[in-house]
């Protein structure tokens, strides 16, 4: 008998190896001829049955945050093989801060692209997302949010601390701290160098709440990883355990068919903006939940996110902010102990990978205990959340600054600007004696954001000039339309939008123009007129950088502004559907 033209919709939803089958024109012929290859690996029609739970593998060679990257797959496959599922691990990009050119964040939607493409492409019935340096995670992220499949998270887990000549350290914090030691003239080359072989002791991400441990934490907050996945440093058991139970919890999610848009809601992202305020977190944290939110539907609303901020005290001692580690606070209980103190102020609601509420993994997670790396909403390291909102006619888009790791002396300051036009300005200039710069002046460095690089490097911690360095000098107000690295430290304004690049009002600054910097009143303000700057922009209009081919071109002609998350404006959701956090 012939089937009726509408039997198809009472058919179940292919799974396994019939996913997403290869077009041949002949859907038996598909499947059969993929079977027929993967059997030359030696794989059993019995393995094949199986759910098939995919690992997208960021081992590099040239990424040693990711270093363990082979011990997490056999972990996560050992856990998919206990819990009944086939595990296929599968190799996407890589990019680590450090090693890619301009700035990883140029290649961080080209990740994203990657990921999402690579599961649409493969027969999956979960995915499994092995990340780490910093803009692996979000790319994940964001890339498996758009394919929308059942996803978890696994991260790889922070670096332990080292030792020179006595005292822990540990990167990256510590190496800005020694490399401006250095600059001032404080220790000499011989020390730096011995330094240098001890700042990064194991493989792993930064030690401190740089970018890597705030969106650790914030996929935790998120709800996208096993409870307590945030904090187990890379080389450690607890590390691979979490591995074995996240690919074991992979196969759950693909049995319950737990897509990610029923983690990825507004109250999920809630208490990740809830949790990057209390940790000190990296300002690039914003741009990637921006990024990620932009995926689902979402935007982020800045100035309740600043409202937010101002309820929501920096609970964890952890450099820059603080003075522990990531191993400290993994010791300390990591996020659940963090969580219990912002109970309070958390959607208990939403929902994780574990199919279980928020609410209900604190219960499962049992009493907290003594320790001194996280305080209490009574006795907060800092009486506000880490970052705040400004806004300005020098930022009509908004600008942030991490206060929680600034100068409390600058951060109601009023200075001369004292104006680079790019990077390479920067570097031709920031460390000659002729340089005309005093402590209470304002660096400026235009030219930085997304377009302008392009891809918004982490050069907004512009340095102190040398001739101030020199004279003990340790922070000055700086800004720009960049980055700059979770790691860093001082009065440091980022994100200026609209940047310098498309015309922005940052780009019409001149060397000794007045800027007055209010946090307490969340003010970036240019001192001049509205008029004198609309003169400004006609007698100087800016041209807008342009490639002629490959992706560059494409990241030029597509990429929106930080308060967008920096992606590319035809990979956001085609509808928005809200704002977060909610006001």
């Not at 990620?292 to 902010?321: H, N």
Request: proline share 6%; aromatic share 4%.
């Amino acid at each position: 008998m012939s089937s009726r033209p509408d039997d198809s919709a009472d058919m179940p939803e292919p799974s396994g190896m019939r996913k997403g089958l290869t077009s041949y024109g002949d859907q038996g012929f598909s499947l059969f001829l993929r079977k027929a290859f993967i059997k030359g690996a030696g794989y059993t029609d019995a393995a094949l049955d199986r759910p098939v739970i995919a690992i997208a593998d960021t081992g590099s060679d040239y990424n040693a945050c990711h270093g363990n990257a082979p011990q997490l797959v056999e972990a996560v496959k050992r856990g998919v093989m206990l819990a009944g599922g086939l595990p296929m691990a599968f190799p996407t990009i890589s990019i680590h801060e450090s090693f890619a050119a301009p700035t990883s964040m140029f290649l961080r939607n080209l990740m994203a692209i990657d990921t999402e493409e690579m599961i649409r492409a493969q027969p999956m019935d979960a995915v499994v997302l092995i990340g780490g340096c910093d803009k692996t995670v979000p790319a994940q992220l964001m890339g498996a949010a758009s394919a929308n499949i059942p996803a978890i998270q696994l991260v790889t887990g922070s670096m332990l601390t080292g030792s020179h000549r006595g005292e822990r350290v540990g990167a990256c914090t510590d190496c800005r701290r020694y490399w401006g030691r250095f600059r001032a003239g404080a220790i000499d080359a011989e020390e730096t160098a011995a330094v240098n072989n001890q700042l990064v002791a194991s493989v792993g991400t930064c030690s401190v709440m740089g970018t890597a441990s705030t969106m650790a934490c914030i996929a935790e907050a998120l709800g996208m990883t096993m409870p307590g996945g945030a904090s187990p440093p890379a080389v450690t058991a607890d590390r691979i355990r979490i591995a074995e139970q996240t690919g074991a919890q992979a196969v759950q999610m693909a049995r319950d068919r737990l897509t990610i848009d029923r983690i990825l809601t507004p109250a999920a992202f809630e208490n990740a903006m809830r949790v990057l305020l209390a940790i000190g977190g990296s300002t690039n944290g914003i741009v990637h939940l921006a990024a990620i939110a932009g995926r689902v539907g979402l935007e982020v609303d800045l100035q309740s996110l600043d409202r937010m901020g101002r309820e929501t005290p920096v609970l964890l001692d952890l450099k820059p902010s603080g003075q522990h580690y990531m191993e400290d606070f993994h010791k300390a209980g990591g996020m659940a102990t963090l969580l219990r103190e912002l109970r309070p102020l958390l959607q208990l609601e939403a929902m994780t990978v574990t199919g279980r509420t928020l609410g209900e993994e604190l219960e499962r997670a049992g009493p907290g205990f003594r320790q001194d790396v996280v305080r209490s909403l009574a006795d907060p390291i800092y009486p506000q959340g880490a970052i705040a909102v400004l806004q300005g006619n020098l930022a009509p888009g908004g600008a942030i600054i991490k206060q929680s790791a600034a100068d409390a002396g600058l951060m109601e300051h009023e200075g001369r600007a004292v104006v680079f036009e790019n990077a390479q300005d920067l570097i031709e200039r920031i460390d000659s004696d002729a340089l005309d710069v005093t402590p209470q002046d304002v660096l400026v460095l235009k030219n930085i954001g997304p377009k302008g690089a392009p891809g918004m490097p982490e050069a907004g911690y512009i340095p102190i000039p040398l001739k101030l360095a020199r004279a003990g000098v340790k922070d000055i107000v700086r800004i720009s339309d960049g980055r700059m690295s979770g790691t860093a430290f001082g009065t440091i304004v980022l994100h200026v939008t609209p940047e310098s690049a498309i015309g922005g009002p940052l780009a019409h600054v001149r060397n000794g123009d007045r800027i007055r910097l209010s946090v307490k009143n969340r003010e970036l303000a240019l001192l001049i007129s509205d008029a004198e700057l609309a003169r400004r922009a006609r007698a100087t209009p800016v041209v807008e950088p342009t490639a002629d081919r490959g992706y560059r071109r494409l990241f030029l002609q597509t990429v929106t502004q930080a308060d967008q998350g920096v992606d590319f404006d035809f990979m956001r959701a085609p509808t928005m559907l809200g704002k977060v956090p909610r006001s």
